[in-house]
């Protein structure tokens, strides 16, 4: 999947196609990728919102387990319940470490006789480093370089892909499944990183710009960059590893605890469980809440967060304009007594106090497709 | 009579005797892309060149404006506050920033012309 010149970031397959649609093209994570096109962030989070995108996220780590103890074996190093995830299912799953703290977060799904894992580009050397330490017993470890990930995500992603693709409507949210797309063997998940309706399709790489090309031609379908893709999830109220989440956080702080499936809870497991168990019956000392910004100034990343006296209790880890929500947007840790929808706090932005509000996440109600 | 000139930082500079006005060139705004926010000075603000006098937010980021010389703040465009969209649709025009009385006038005339500032972003 990588192209990668004597010197510079990565190009994923689809780069010339970026360059001839006029996009940004900026250094993320090792890759060279469009932060927007010449519609710009706001236009392409609205077309995604109304009709339907297409993003290139192919810097994104495709990885398959195989092997006779895959199962056991991923879940020493996740708390997500594999052992319980039926075939053609998909699982949101973090790794973490021996205090608790996420290495990464990913998607997991059980393709039958082996499991697919999607992981973030900036840690998927130290995840795939740390599988190949971690992961016990008859299993094999496959780094996928030869496939592109595209994802098309919107309320009219699924009419689209269904003229490709007739059958691939059917996908429920989190199904996970091989679909043939025009004449392509791909392997299409209903999920995304928006908040929308939408698919993760992963695609043969010498394949993907003739997708791409032939999901672009249709009508509802324009392409958008990173930019939007980051206020989408903002509003969407989904973490980004690295911001949100981090080693430093633990997965009952994040507000992550709807990942651990009951069976992992009671049996532990997996690395930093002790932690996680006694933070999830005494309750973590700090909160991720989304914050509103009563203003129209946005509150960024690493602004300042404090109480009615003055005192700093947290700071914003991701925050913008939401395009949709009209206004700035931002999410963050506080102390778990600030931590209910409504607490007013004061977030210091170049100096200077401006009010804001714990708010409930998402800012924009999701729109997944549940059957 | 008035005379525009630009900053390498990418502002313009009205000049209209002692007095200036100031906003971010087209170009600038093409760079920013969607506008959303802009931290206006205070009216009667010391400004001195070269130091912070505003911050622009796109969707993406912010980014600091530049006093492009010494003086005050005489006035700031309110309409910004709540149509900052105007910077991307007018940026020379009703995307003004403020407006400031200069301490020094020559301190604004060795910055470039129209003509030397579009040389300098083709470069």
């Known amino acids: ?371 | 009579m008035s005379e525009k000139r630009y900053t390498e930082d990418h502002e313009w500079v009205l000049i209209d005797g002692a007095d200036a006005v100031i906003g971010i060139s087209n170009h600038a705004q093409e760079q920013l892309g969607d506008i959303v926010f802009i931290d206006l000075p205070d009216v009667g603000k010391t400004l001195e060149k070269g130091k912070e006098a505003a911050v622009v937010e796109s969707v993406k980021a912010a980014s600091e404006i530049y006093a492009p010389a010494d003086g005050e703040v005489l006035e700031v465009n309110e309409a910004l506050n709540d149509e900052p969209g105007k910077v991307n649709s007018d940026p020379e025009g009703d995307g003004w920033f403020f407006k400031m009385k200069l301490s020094d006038a020559s301190q604004v005339a060795s910055l470039m012309d129209e003509a030397a500032y579009k040389s300098f972003i083709d470069e």
């Not at chain 1, 991923?74 to 799953?93: F, H, K, M, N, T």
């Not at chain 1, 969407?236 to 605890?257: F, R, S």
């Not at chain 1, 932005?349 to 708010?359: D, S, T, Y």
């Open chain 1, 1 to 371: 999947m990588d192209r990668t010149d004597a010197t510079g970031p990565k190009k994923t397959p689809l780069f010339d196609l970026h360059q001839e649609l006029g996009g940004k093209i900026v250094p993320f994570a090792g890759y060279a990728l469009p932060v927007q096109y010449p519609a710009g962030i706001m236009a392409e989070h609205k077309q995604t919102r109304e009709a339907a995108a297409l993003f290139d996220v192919s810097h994104m780590g495709q990885v398959k387990l195989e092997g006779a103890d895959r199962v056991a074996a991923l879940e020493a190093l996740v708390p997500a319940d594999i052992a319980g995830l039926g075939e053609g299912r998909q699982r949101y799953s973090f790794f973490t470490n021996d205090a608790g703290g996420i290495l990464d977060d990913l998607m997991i799904s059980n393709q039958g006789d082996w499991l697919f894992l999607v992981v973030n580009a900036a840690c998927k050397e130290a995840d795939i480093a740390h599988m190949t330490a971690g992961l016990k017993g008859d299993v094999t470890l496959t780094e996928t370089t030869d496939r592109a990930l595209l994802a098309v995500q919107g309320p009219k992603a699924a009419a689209v892909l269904a003229r490709l693709a007739p059958g691939i409507e059917a996908l429920k949210f989190m199904d996970c499944k091989p679909v043939v797309i025009e004449g392509a063997d791909c392997l299409a998940s209903r999920s995304g990183y928006t908040g929308e309706d939408g698919y993760e399709i992963s695609v043969p790489a010498d394949q993907a710009e003739a997708l791409a090309r032939r999901l672009l031609a249709e009508e509802e379908v324009a392409a958008a960059g990173l930019g939007a893709r980051d206020s989408l999830r903002l509003e969407a109220g989904l973490c980004l590893y690295g911001h949100d989440i981090d080693v430093t956080t633990n997965p009952v702080e994040a507000d992550l605890t709807w990942a651990i499936q009951k069976r992992r809870r009671q049996e532990g497991g997996f690395p930093g469980a002790a932690e996680v168990q006694r933070q999830l019956a005494e309750g973590a000392p700090r909160r991720r809440v989304g914050l509103l910004p009563e203003g129209r100034a946005p509150m960024r990343e690493g602004t300042e967060l404090r109480n009615d006296g003055g005192e700093v209790v947290g700071n914003v880890t991701s925050g913008g304009f939401g395009p949709t929500v009209g206004g700035p947007v931002a999410m963050g840790y506080v102390t778990a007594e600030l931590a209910a929808e409504g607490t007013a706090l004061q977030a210091v932005v170049r100096g200077k106090p401006l009010p804001c509000k714990v708010a409930a996440l998402p800012f924009v109600k999701h729109n997944y497709f549940r059957g």
